[in-house]
């Protein structure tokens, strides 16, 4: 069974603090982990993979299959960053995500 | 760029009614999926499919089905509705399954009285 944790429902950070969203993950083989997000009124939307190793929008994911985490980070906060941040689980083979329950992201100005 | 359209945006039933949600992507897509989305539990699969006329069960398929008579047009119906369906309904879709990101819909927000 494949399962994903957000311990976080909410979090609020000020502007120009750190921002770290957890995430861990509990999968049996190596797993695929994407982080994706949802502006208010916009639809949800991949920001991104741990395969790519890339920074967007600031953001960045390590997996860490010792501590079976995928925490999203970013140096610091920008308001725009507020939104509802989900993590999610792509098994090998295997088209299905599971998605954690989400975090709300709030950036005080 | 791709486009995922839910046939609403709001939807108010009554306990008992038939219920259809339409999903349509343009991008020729093989993969679509249904999620439900509330508060505090994320998104749960409730069904997916991976071609035409092909359909598996999610994590909370009870009370729900499927159809999928053309690529582009993937169906959620509530045979009948019950108060506890009232939620926002999530579409999304994916290439082939060499590629894994899903692109999603706006959501219907239904609502059952």
């Known amino acids: 069974a494949q399962r994903v944790t957000q311990p976080e429902k909410l979090l609020s950070v000020f502007k120009g603090a750190p921002v770290e969203l957890k995430c861990n993950y509990s999968?049996?083989?190596?797993?695929?982990l994407f982080w994706y997000v949802q502006y208010s009124r916009q639809r949800l939307q991949l920001l991104l993979r741990?395969?790519s190793r890339e920074s967007i929008k600031g953001f960045t994911a390590d997996l860490n299959k010792g501590e079976t985490s995928f925490h999203l980070k970013k140096p610091f906060a920008q308001e725009e960053d507020s939104a509802m941040y989900y993590c999610?689980?792509?098994?090998?083979?295997?088209?299905?995500?599971?998605f954690g329950t989400g975090t709300r992201l709030t950036i005080i100005p | 760029d791709v486009k995922v359209t839910q046939s609403s945006r709001y939807l108010v039933k009554r306990t008992g009614e038939k219920v259809f949600l339409e999903c349509v992507q343009d991008?020729?897509?093989?993969?679509m999926f249904w999620y439900r989305q509330d508060p505090g539990l994320g998104l749960r699969l409730i069904y997916f499919?991976?071609?035409?006329?092909?359909?598996e069960k999610g994590d909370i398929p009870e009370g729900y089905s499927v159809s999928r008579e053309k690529k582009e047009r993937f169906s959620l119906i509530l045979e009948s509705a019950s108060t506890n369906q009232t939620s926002m309904y999530l579409c999304?879709?994916?290439?082939?399954?060499?590629?894994?990101?899903?692109?999603f819909g706006p959501g219907t927000r239904l609502t059952v009285l």
């Open positions: 999304a879709s994916s290439p082939g399954r060499q590629f894994n990101e899903q692109f």
């Open positions: 999968y049996s083989g190596s797993p695929e």
């Open positions: 741990h395969i």
């Open positions: 999610a689980l792509r098994g090998i083979g295997n088209e299905k995500l599971t």
């Open positions: 991008m020729d897509h093989e993969n």
């Open positions: 499919s991976y071609d035409v006329k092909m359909k």
